[in-house]
């Protein structure tokens, strides 16, 4: 009597405590689901896709897409599953191959993979000798989000150089940079991936500063000023090739040293943005052109010039944001030295842990699998913090950048266009969400180990 009472309080507490889990867990995820995915959501849903999706589906779709070899007594020897790890929009399948098995007869039925596990898309990665990771991309929440162009702050006071919204998360919140401790950033992109909207649209959140003095924008659009030309009346200073590139750095350089030695005598040790102590935000739209695609004379002058302005202005308010289309070590040597970095759709696998650090592209960072057809998308990286953040920054268009240059030089009265963004709609990802509570993140280590067979 008593031993089934002590059995039945034992269910009601375990059951209760399932219970509380549940509930807590649903209320982080609707509260927080950035932070949830971050923590739980990716183990959850890893851990589900293995075994519902990837793990049960998988010696069948194997054999039907011929990866299933048979040896000379007539046994069947398959690739398995090791593992699979999940980020919001990519589930990364690890499997160990057969032996004589090669990642391209993976590549060669990719497509029908990606269709068996009604997947976007689907690519294959060699992570070690025998060892391959299936990529699937699940899910694309920017085709059906809108990313308005944010409300700009009403004055120069409540712009909040740590937080300047520039675009949107894949998780469908605000996405802001952050000038103030992000420092400087990196922006890598191929032709046409969207780096003049994320540039503009920084520009932009900084305006009211930028007409109040507070901020000064130094522009260095080697380019012809292709970029950048219709915004030459809002910038302080404004170059459109690599020798007028050199003579601004010099001046930026100049500047920031005299203010550096200035408040070091008046003993201050950081300064607030101001008119009396602007941020000057150095704005390099293609590096490449100051560091490589130029005469020797300018890139021996130019990199160091760029090294100090990266490592000795912070508390003086130099911040620099710089674009390149190929981060080669070349192109920019000191890479390292850029604390967020951001990187857009590029041309080359290896172009993205070049751009974010080692191993981020493994842990999702898919940037060289973004479609042309998505300019604006690219993942970021902050220092500090593991996970890759798939972005999309909102557009600039030429009309908005012409009432932004008439807003920042008082030739207008009209105040800028200040769009709300839209109330937000049902759309994939807040249906997508609510179905994807399930999801998890899973890893089987010993199965490592073993042979495939
Ligand atoms: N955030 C965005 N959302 C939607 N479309 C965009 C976005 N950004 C850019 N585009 C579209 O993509 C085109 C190319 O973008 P953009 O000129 O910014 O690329 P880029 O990376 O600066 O290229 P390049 O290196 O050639 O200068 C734009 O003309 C625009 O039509
Ligand atoms: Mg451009």
């Known amino acids: 009597m008593l031993g089934s009472a002590v059995v039945w309080l034992g269910y009601l507490v375990v059951l209760s405590a399932a219970g509380v889990a549940v509930v807590a867990g649903a209320s982080w995820c609707l509260l927080d689901r950035p932070t949830f995915d971050r923590f739980a959501g990716r183990l959850l849903r890893a851990w589900w896709r293995r075994w519902v999706v990837y793990q049960r589906q998988w010696f069948d779709l194997a054999y039907r897409a011929g990866l299933v070899v048979t040896d000379h007594r007539g046994r069947a020897w398959a690739p398995k599953v090791l593992r699979v790890s999940s980020s919001w929009c990519w589930d990364h399948v690890r499997i160990r191959m057969v032996k004589t098995q090669e990642p391209g007869d993976f590549e060669a039925v990719l497509e029908r993979l990606a ?140 500047t920031l040293d005299t203010r550096k030695e200035d408040l070091g005598r008046q003993g201050v040790r950081t300064a607030t943005a101001s008119l009396a102590t602007p941020m000057d935000v150095l704005i390099v739209d293609e590096l490449a052109a100051m560091t490589q695609y130029c005469t020797r004379d300018i890139a021996r002058e130019f990199e160091p010039l760029l090294g100090k302005a990266l490592t000795q202005y912070r508390a003086v308010l130099g911040r620099v944001v710089g674009a390149v289309q190929e981060p080669h070590k070349d192109t920019v040597p000191m890479r390292g030295l850029f604390p967020t970095k951001i990187a857009l759709r590029l041309d080359e696998a290896s172009y993205v842990d070049m751009t974010l650090g080692e191993g981020v592209r493994d842990r999702g960072a898919l940037a060289d699998q973004i479609p042309e057809i998505m300019p604006g998308v690219g993942y970021v990286k902050h220092d500090g913090r593991r996970e890759p953040l798939r972005v999309r920054a909102a557009f600039t268009s030429d009309d908005d950048i012409a009432a932004l240059v008439a807003y920042c030089t008082g030739s207008t009265i009209t105040p800028l266009r200040r769009e709300q963004p839209p109330a937000p709609r049902r759309s994939a990802i807040a249906e997508a969400t609510e179905a994807d509570i399930e999801s998890i993140d899973f890893f089987d280590g010993d199965d490592e180990d073993h042979d495939a067979a």
């Open 115 to 254: 269709n068996a596990y009604r997947a976007r898309r689907a690519t294959v990665r060699t992570l070690k000798p025998g060892v391959i990771s299936l990529d699937f991309q699940i899910r694309e929440p920017f085709d059906e989000m809108p990313v308005p162009l944010p409300p700009l702050p009403e004055s120069p006071e409540s712009v909040d150089l740590g937080r300047l919204v520039i675009g949107r998360t894949e998780y469908g919140r605000d996405f802001a940079l952050d000038l103030l401790r992000g420092l400087h950033v990196l922006l890598a992109g191929a032709t046409g991936s969207g780096k003049g909207s994320w540039l503009w649209g920084l520009i932009r959140q900084l305006a009211p500063m930028v007409r109040a003095g507070s901020v000064r924008l130094w522009v260095i659009d080697p380019k012809g000023g292709m970029e950048f030309g219709a915004g030459r009346e809002m910038f302080h200073r404004f170059a459109d090739s690599d020798e007028t590139g050199l003579d601004l750095m010099r001046e930026y350089v100049e």
